[in-house]
């Protein structure tokens, strides 16, 4: 089992910056690949970005390329998402995924999910 846990949500306005963090624990050492997903109300969940666990390339969706960056630190099992130039499109509940082998943009690919984190931006 792997246990994620986001944090860092909040309310901003439009053109700020926050940061997501997700923090795992449990048998992180089986996790491929870590991603964020995102859903907005009435809409479904929709992919924002993954990264390989051991070092490698980086997905986006095209949404959020160029403003959004997606990170890892190994030894402290966390994995953050940079969001800049923050748009009102940006309003959803952000979820952090982990998939145990070659999870990359659906969410069907991945194994385990943590609770949520609201990011709302107002215009």
């Known amino acids: 089992q792997v246990q994620l846990v986001e944090s860092g949500g909040g309310l901003v306005q439009t053109g700020d910056s926050l940061r997501l963090s997700c923090a795992a624990s449990?048998?992180?050492?089986?996790?491929?690949?870590m991603g964020w997903f995102r859903q907005a109300p009435g809409k479904e969940r929709e992919f924002v970005a993954s990264i390989s666990w051991a070092g490698g390339p980086t997905y986006y969706a095209d949404s959020v390329k160029g403003r959004f960056t997606i990170s890892r630190d190994n030894a402290k099992k966390t994995m953050s998402l940079q969001m800049n130039s923050l748009e009102a499109e940006d309003t959803a509940v952000y979820y952090c995924?982990?998939?145990?082998?070659?999870?990359?943009?659906?969410?069907?690919?991945?194994?385990?999910w943590g609770q949520g984190t609201q990011v709302s931006v107002s215009s």
């Open positions: 995924a982990a998939s145990l082998g070659y999870g990359r943009t659906m969410a069907s690919e991945y194994n385990y």
């Open positions: 449990g048998r992180t050492r089986s996790v491929d690949v």
